[in-house]
């Protein structure tokens, strides 16, 4: 018999009624997510002290995000030989990460999930015309039956996590199955791209009208 499939249908710890629709999901805000996005803003943070308050945001934003993937009930036997009725997640996710600023959201995800396959997508904007040009893309070779949490912590138009999207369905993925991880976006960007695909799932600690766009620098050392 089929395992029961289950989307997680636990009351969220987050918060959608912003006015950009039920798929755009915020990070319920506490005083430590807003301490560490404070760090994060502060011009006068240190790299190292950057990283670390980074690090932890990611985490926080990934746990949130698998908490968007399917899973099925388990039964398991305890050591003193008892039965549980537990949970699994669903075989058939990957992460996509927007090179260079979304790599470093990958440790995240491997903390959470040690064997999961990540593929990778470079995406720059021509000098000229300024739109949006894809240079490189990897995905694992069955990635369009899976379920894709693509990470790019730094949204500020939009642009380049709408062109990630095209990409992934010209590869098969159906556009219900990405999730986007982020951590900073502006109100622009979100409308943007919940216009283009408006089916796909928006995870953020933040919306305002000042991304920190100097995130990517700062955490690889190259501001």
């Known amino acids: 018999m089929e395992p029961d499939l289950i989307q997680n249908s636990q009351p969220p710890a987050m918060s959608n009624g912003d006015g950009y629709g039920a798929n755009v999901i915020r990070l319920r805000m506490t005083d430590q997510i807003k301490e560490l996005q404070t760090v994060l803003r502060d011009k006068s943070t240190c790299r190292g002290d950057f990283i670390f308050f980074a690090d932890r945001l990611i985490r926080l934003v990934v746990e949130e995000g698998l908490n968007e993937l399917p899973y099925?009930?388990?039964?398991?036997?305890?050591?003193?030989?008892?039965?549980?009725?537990?949970?699994?997640?669903?075989?058939?996710?990957?992460?996509?990460?927007?090179?260079?600023?979304?790599?470093?959201?990958?440790?995240?995800?491997?903390?959470c999930c040690r064997?999961?396959?990540?593929?990778?997508?470079?995406?720059?904007?021509?000098?000229?015309?300024?739109?949006?040009?894809?240079?490189?893309?990897?995905?694992?070779?069955?990635?369009?039956?899976?379920?894709?949490?693509?990470?790019?912590?730094?949204?500020?138009?939009?642009?380049?996590?709408?062109?990630?999207?095209?990409?992934l369905k010209q590869h098969g993925v159906v556009e219900e199955n990405i999730?986007?991880?982020?951590?900073?976006?502006?109100?622009?960007?979100?409308r943007l791209v919940v216009k283009a695909y408006p089916s796909l799932k928006i995870l953020t600690s933040e919306i305002h009208n000042l991304a920190p766009v100097h995130f990517g620098q700062k955490y690889f050392g190259t501001d």
């Open 72 to 111: 099925q009930k388990h039964v398991i036997t305890t050591p003193t030989g008892c039965s549980y009725d537990g949970l699994r997640y669903i075989r058939g996710n990957c992460g996509v990460s927007i090179m260079r600023s979304g790599e470093a959201m990958e440790q995240g995800l491997r903390d």
């Open 115 to 167: 064997s999961i396959r990540i593929g990778k997508i470079l995406i720059q904007s021509d000098e000229e015309t300024h739109e949006a040009k894809v240079f490189y893309a990897k995905f694992p070779p069955d990635v369009h039956t899976r379920k894709v949490l693509l990470m790019y912590p730094i949204m500020s138009t939009g642009n380049t996590v709408i062109k990630a999207v095209e990409v």
């Open 179 to 190: 999730i986007v991880l982020n951590l900073f976006c502006t109100p622009i960007a979100v």
